[in-house]
């Protein structure tokens, strides 16, 4: 007998609700995709083409729940997808993980980043057991530098040359945050 896929979960929090992307979402998440300053900091290049981002978006439905699973950031009162966030190079039974988060240009600076990567994070911590959370974050990204710390997490050191984004290596500074140091 074939196993049962296991339910994608959704996370509530007071303004957002982090569900399961759709192929409808494709439409909200090429403003961020398409946009150059969301996308200096991301692990891609801009994607010119709207297909690059429905082929993204396929991606984040058909997930690996024990390696990585991405979450539509929505609107709580509309469902509309303001963006994305996201555990990737899990280990479950390491229990580590890394993260990743986006939100549409147009709603940055209203806080809604910290709520969304706190729901996920409690679910990371409390429901699959991880013990250890990581960040890798691009030196001038101070945005989500100012995030990560606020969060709890801690600085433990400059990966050079860590990430080929395009034709550029860049660096990244690695955060955690141990199960141990959040909430406490």
């Not at 981002?53 to 929505?74: G, L």
């Amino acid at each position: 007998m074939a196993k049962r896929p296991i339910p994608h979960p959704t996370l509530s929090t007071a303004r957002l609700r982090l569900r399961q992307f759709r192929a409808d979402d494709a439409d909200e998440m090429h403003k961020c995709f398409a946009d150059p300053e969301t996308m200096r900091f991301w692990n891609q290049p801009v994607y010119t083409k709207r297909v690059e981002t429905e082929r993204s978006v396929r991606n984040f439905i058909d997930c690996t729940p024990s390696y990585y699973r991405f979450w539509a950031v929505a609107d709580e009162a509309d469902d509309r997808c303001l963006g994305l966030v996201n555990y990737h190079d899990g280990h479950i039974r390491s229990r580590r993980a890394s993260i990743g988060y986006m939100i549409n240009p147009a709603r940055h600076r209203q806080g809604l980043a910290a709520e969304a990567v706190t729901a996920m994070l409690d679910f990371c911590f409390a429901e699959l057991g991880l013990h250890r959370i990581q960040a890798f974050i691009h030196p001038d990204n101070s945005a989500s530098i100012g995030l990560v710390e606020k969060l709890g997490f801690s600085r433990e050191g400059v990966l050079r040359d860590n990430l080929r984004v395009g034709d550029v290596w860049r660096d990244d500074l690695l955060y955690a945050l141990l199960s141990r140091e959040w909430r406490n």
